[in-house]
């Protein structure tokens, strides 16, 4: 419990704690000398005289003593109480402004801390290359700060490299197995009496090959870090009815229909043609792993601020412990399903990139029934 707690109100509970142990044992002290004073006090001190002799009374000696002894217990016992209680209230009254000022004094000291958090939070991707302000003051939060700029450096070298080598490899690949394609597809023309066997292999060989340049088409599109210079009013209602008519021959293949609930009204700015291809290649995923005679649906609501698009088929779903790692490049959930329908694993990444650049959000939710349901939320 007490290592979850921030760390403002565990310097001003270990404050405190020492606060209290020392009050309470400076109290202790001083109320025992208090005590051992009072004593030694009351021991020397002479009772004054009564004034009117007739008021005084008619007593041998030795009751008169004791008299005087235990007027003068009692008295003292009244004094050391309210001595105790006066010193418990300063005690408490210490103590609470001591642990109202350590809390305050933790907020200040801690403040650079803070305020270098939120630095750290606001870091991304995108601002790996700017490094952090770094405080004039040479303490530990200055040292912290110098070192979170070298990983900064660290990581934007490697993401760079990273995107750098994909985009190479990528631009290299895609000149020969264009080349490939266009010998292939000029070898089945030229030889269209190879027996069955032959034209088999062939013909699987020029699927392979067509895998491949769209996964390589995928890869340079992952690896396009271009901001959005063109941004438009996209209508939800045009764009889904776009892509509905391109996929009408993969629909009619397998008797797959493709119903929308979008208002007309519907309204995001953005990139046009990275909107068209996110939900391209969600719709795209979803007509691959559905049955066919299945419905895919589209929903979309939206508030104030923004827009909720839900995207649901009734395919053969994906496991909840993939939920977090789907989005991943070159992340498969199932290695031999995703070769028998050709999947590369690279199309809910782009669908991810291409939300984020937006300032939107992309998860698979829960929902009733068979299937997947992704739900889509981008600012208005």
């Known amino acids: 419990m007490f290592k979850r707690l921030p760390l403002r109100i565990k ?58 002894v235990s007027m003068t217990l009692i008295e003292q016992n009244q004094i050391l109480k309210r001595y105790y209680w006066t010193s418990f209230g300063y005690m408490i009254l210490i103590i609470s402004i001591g642990g109202l000022a350590a809390y305050y004094f933790a907020g200040e000291a801690l403040l650079s801390v803070s305020e270098l958090n939120k630095k750290i939070q606001a870091s991304s991707l995108d601002n790996l290359s700017e490094p952090l302000t770094i405080p004039e003051s040479n303490d530990e939060v200055a040292q912290l700060t ?43 023309r030229k030889n269209q009496a190879l027996n069955q066997e032959t034209q088999l292999f062939v013909a699987d060989l020029d699927k392979q090959v067509t895998r491949l340049i769209e996964m390589v088409e995928k890869l340079l599109e992952l690896t396009n870090d271009d901001e959005m210079t063109e941004q438009s009013e996209v209508a939800l209602s045009d764009l889904f009815e776009s892509i509905q008519f391109d996929f ?32 391209y290649n969600l719709i795209d995923n979803a007509i691959k792993y559905s049955e066919a005679q299945a419905t895919i649906r589209i929903s979309a609501r939206e508030d104030e601020q923004l827009l909720t698009i839900w995207v649901t088929d009734t395919g053969i779903g994906i496991p909840k412990e993939h939920h977090a790692a789907i989005f991943n490049p070159l992340y498969r959930v199932d290695e031999s399903r995703n070769r028998q329908i050709g999947g590369s694993g690279l199309g809910l990444a782009i669908v991810k990139k291409i939300i984020t650049k937006h300032e939107g959000t992309i998860e698979i939710v829960e929902h009733e029934g068979t299937g997947t349901q992704f739900c889509i939320t981008l600012p208005k």
């Not at 025992?32 to 008021?55: F, R, W």
């Not at 070298?150 to 631009?171: G, I, P």
Request: hydrophobic residues 45%; contains cysteine.
């Open 146 to 188: 110098r070192s979170f700029n070298a990983l900064k450096r660290q990581l934007d070298a490697a993401f760079t490299f990273q995107k750098t080598f994909s985009a190479n490899v990528a631009h290299e690949l895609r000149t020969p197995l264009t080349v490939l394609k266009t010998k292939l597809a000029v070898f089945q």
């Open 248 to 279: 009408t021959e993969k629909l009619n293949a397998k008797q797959m229909s493709l119903s929308f609930d979008v208002s007309d009204k519907s309204v995001i700015k953005g990139d046009l043609d990275l909107l068209y291809q996110a939900f």
């Open 11 to 68: 310097i001003t509970m270990v404050t405190t704690l020492l606060l209290v142990i020392c009050s309470v044992g400076l109290t202790l002290i001083i109320s025992y000398a208090g005590k051992q004073m009072s004593v030694q006090i009351a021991e020397v001190t002479t009772p004054a005289a009564i004034i009117d002799p007739a008021e005084q009374p008619q007593t041998t000696p030795e009751t008169a003593e004791q008299a005087r």
